[in-house]
């Protein structure tokens, strides 16, 4: 049902830089902003950032964001060991009775 | 501070019903969408459906349509996910969550969970 296709996985070392790619659509991503949630295992998701790059109060500006058309990307520079997690994007849907549409997730791997 | 707090781990029988809640704190409870997401085990976040308590405006995603009753309770800023029967594959982990919408909108506040287990 999902509307937002991520890439399964992606990995990176220590300090390298990963990105994240969310494909949409023009009733998602081109319309509306984008934001991006990192769920540890376990626990909750936790909101990274919100309206394509920014990013609430106690996020680190490791974490960025930015849109192109109808994709957008999450880039995580200096990669940690606690930066292994899953991460989803998520935007407003115009075309949906239910208003908001999650990302299908992606898994970060810190090697 | 805000904050949903959800209640506990549940274990049913498939064709047993169940409502499970989230309680809210910190803001007006009326004035801002709550939506539930299942994740079942080692998959994905899915989006369930939403409602705006204020005037219990609820909507569904096509998958969780007829499945699934989302209500509220202003009086106690409480949120229900309720199922008339369950069946095996409603096991899960749910999530409540804020929604806030317009311009900027995302989700900024999560319940800690409800694990569900169905199984006879």
């Known amino acids: 049902q999902s509307v937002l296709t991520q890439p399964p996985s992606a990995a990176g070392t220590p300090g390298q830089r990963v990105t994240i790619s969310c494909s949409g659509s023009r009733s998602n991503i081109g319309t509306y902003g984008v934001s991006w949630y990192q769920q540890l295992p376990g626990t909750a998701p936790k909101l990274l950032i919100y309206d394509y790059n920014q990013r609430p109060s106690g996020v680190p500006d490791r974490y960025s964001g930015s849109k192109s058309g109808t994709s957008a990307s999450l880039a995580i520079s200096g990669l940690h060991s606690d930066d292994e997690a899953d991460y989803y994007c998520a935007a407003w849907d115009s075309s949906l009775n239910a208003f908001y549409v999650l990302g299908t997730g992606t898994r970060v791997t810190v090697l | 501070e805000v904050q949903l707090v959800q209640s506990g781990a549940e274990v049913k029988k498939p064709g047993e019903s169940l409502k499970i809640s989230c309680k809210v704190s910190g803001y007006t409870f009326n004035s801002q969408w709550i939506a539930w997401v299942r994740q079942m085990p080692g998959e994905g976040l899915e989006w369930m459906g939403i409602i705006y308590p204020r005037d219990s405006d609820t909507r569904y995603s096509p998958s969780f349509q007829g499945q699934v009753t989302i209500s509220a309770d202003k009086s106690i800023s409480t949120a229900y996910l309720q199922w008339s029967s369950l069946k095996a594959s409603d096991t899960a982990m749910y999530f409540c969550?804020?929604?806030?919408?317009?311009?900027?909108?995302?989700?900024?506040?999560w319940g800690q969970g409800t694990l569900v287990t169905v199984s006879s």
């Open positions: 969550a804020r929604l806030l919408g317009g311009s900027g909108n995302r989700v900024d506040y």
